[in-house]
């Protein structure tokens, strides 16, 4: 089924030059790239985006990563996109994330309170549609 994803190349990848690259694999994997804009986050923005997280340990430390610095926001489109780019970005913990995915390949433990992990990307047809529309609002 034709799907669209949220895509995030957070702060860590972003200050690291690699949006780029991270762009280049979803295209080099046949995705169709429909919306891409570097953007600062909120803490209004990421209060809605990461919802699902408020009171873990984790949470605080998260949102002040996430306005570290700009972000990366991709609308990606494409078949079964949803799982497709999971698949590619690899395993939330980048320590273990298998090499050929942009986690495994780009990412390691930095010794922070939160893992930065380069990228996110929605994890369901519902979250992606929401989450575009906190990101994309003018798309939805
Ligand atoms: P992501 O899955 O994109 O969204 C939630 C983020 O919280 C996750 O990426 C990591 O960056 C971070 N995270 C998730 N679990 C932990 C954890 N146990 N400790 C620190 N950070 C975490």
Do not use: C
Not at 15 to 36: F, H, M
Not at 68 to 95: K, Y
């Amino acid at each position: 089924v034709a799907e669209r994803t949220l895509v995030l190349v957070k702060p860590d990848g972003v200050r690291r030059g690699l949006s780029g690259e991270i762009l280049r694999r979803v295209e080099a994997k046949g995705y169709t790239l429909r919306a891409v804009r570097l953007m600062d986050a909120t803490p209004e923005l990421l209060a809605a985006h990461y919802a699902e997280h408020e009171g873990k340990p984790f949470y605080q430390p998260l949102v002040d990563f996430m306005l570290s610095g700009p972000v990366l926001a991709v609308v990606a489109e494409g078949n079964n996109v949803i799982a497709g780019f999971r698949s590619l970005a690899g395993a939330t913990d980048p320590t273990v994330a298998a090499p050929g995915t942009i986690r495994g390949d780009l990412g390691r433990d930095w010794g922070l309170k939160v893992v930065q992990n380069l990228v996110h990307g929605s994890d369901s047809t519902e979250s992606a549609a929401r989450e575009i529309g906190l990101w994309f609002p003018e798309l939805v």
